[in-house]
T-cell receptor, first 110, second 112 residues
């Protein structure tokens, strides 16, 4: 079993829809969590950090559920420009252990 | 302010050849990382550095060496390239651990 798992998708949703996807992690020692966005053939870019209390940035909401060991990303009022692959990242206490999920592909159609 | 840059953008090697990938950042970041990304897999950490003159192994260090002689540069070396090292290599930097990582545009490496 992978240490960090994501549904690869693709999620194909119409513009304006709300879409959510999860990322599960297996090691309860995980300390920090992030969502990165990666466009096709480009580098990953930070979308948002995930805080224990949950956090929101415009149309994006990230939540952490430590009891069930998953993080989630909710995108409201999706735009065509949201089409990308979303990577979850789990960090532990040591810099040698940074685990990226393999990503969830999102495609927004007009 | 260029952020993180990587050289070269694309390279083709024959098995057994060597090469060095260069990463440079102009944000005065202490932490620098080298990752590889393969289809269907997440980015995997090869080596990282927590400051000038330091390096440490990540998840998949075998077949690679690194050096951080200057704070702004992080070099990744392949001494004897193998087809299994065909991948996209990303460099990243950050102010500290568990902080935002800023990625370079990547180097696509094909080993024949």
């Amino acid at each position: 079993r992978k240490e960090v798992e994501q549904d690869p998708g693709p999620f194909n949703v119409p513009e304006g829809a709300t879409v959510a996807f999860n990322c599960t992690y297996s090691n309860s020692a995980s300390q920090s969590f992030f969502w990165y966005r990666q466009d096709c053939r480009k580098e990953p870019k930070l979308l948002m950090s995930v805080y224990s209390s949950g956090n929101e940035d415009g149309r994006f909401t990230a939540q952490l559920n430590r009891a069930s060991q998953y993080i989630s990303l909710l995108i409201r009022d999706s735009k065509l420009s949201d089409s990308a692959t979303y990577l979850c990242v789990v960090m532990y206490s040591s810099a040698s252990k940074i685990i990226f999920g393999s990503g969830t592909r999102l495609s927004i159609r007009p | 302010n260029a952020g993180v840059t990587q050289t070269p953008k694309f390279r083709v090697l024959k098995t057994g050849q060597s090469m060095t990938l260069l990463c440079a950042q102009d944000m005065n970041h202490e932490y620098m990382y080298w990752y590889r990304q393969d289809p269907g897999m997440g980015l995997r950490l090869i080596h990282y550095s927590v400051g000038e003159g330091t390096t440490a192994k990540g998840e998949v260090p075998d077949g690679y060496n690194v050096s951080r002689l200057k704070k702004q540069n992080f070099l990744l070396g392949l001494e004897s390239a193998a087809p299994s090292q065909t991948s996209v290599y990303f460099c990243a930097s950050g102010r500290g651990y568990q902080e935002t990582q800023y990625f370079g545009p990547g180097t696509r490496l094909l080993v024949l």
